[in-house]
């Protein structure tokens, strides 16, 4: 059993970043993670995923300003971002999936945390 707890949450302006993380208790070892994101009325949308090894994939709405990353010592994931749009408004969430590889659909992830709000105002 894998548990999630993502955190670093909040409201900012337009331009400015924020750094989620995601820790993980459970064995994880081999794992891929992910971020994805939900507005409210939308689909959860994939985000970025990042596998044990550091390989890592990018939905093009963040490419460039998202950066994923890993600490395998301390079990955590970061997703740092830059550049925020009020767009990227959502609901975050951290993922695992068993699986290993990068992957874009949510319903391959095996364990999700309960989410972050991130709110960009213009």
């Known amino acids: 059993q894998v548990q999630l707890v993502e955190s670093g949450g909040g409201l900012v302006q337009a331009g400015d970043s924020l750094r989620l993380s995601c820790a993980a208790a459970?064995?994880?070892?081999?794992?891929?993670m992910g971020w994805f994101r939900q507005a409210p009325g939308k689909e959860r949308e994939f985000v970025a995923s990042i596998t044990w090894s550091g390989r890592t994939d990018y939905a093009d709405s963040v490419k460039g300003r998202f950066t994923i990353s890993r600490d395998n010592g301390k079990n955590t994931v970061y997703l740092q971002m830059n550049s925020l749009k009020p767009e990227d408004t959502a609901g975050y969430y951290c993922?695992?999936?068993?699986?290993?590889?990068?992957?874009?659909?949510?319903?391959?992830?095996?364990?999700w945390g309960q989410g972050t709000q991130v709110t960009v105002s213009s």
């Open positions: 993922a695992a999936s068993s699986r290993g590889y990068t992957l874009r659909n949510p319903a391959q992830y095996d364990y």
């Open positions: 459970g064995r994880t070892y081999s794992y891929a």
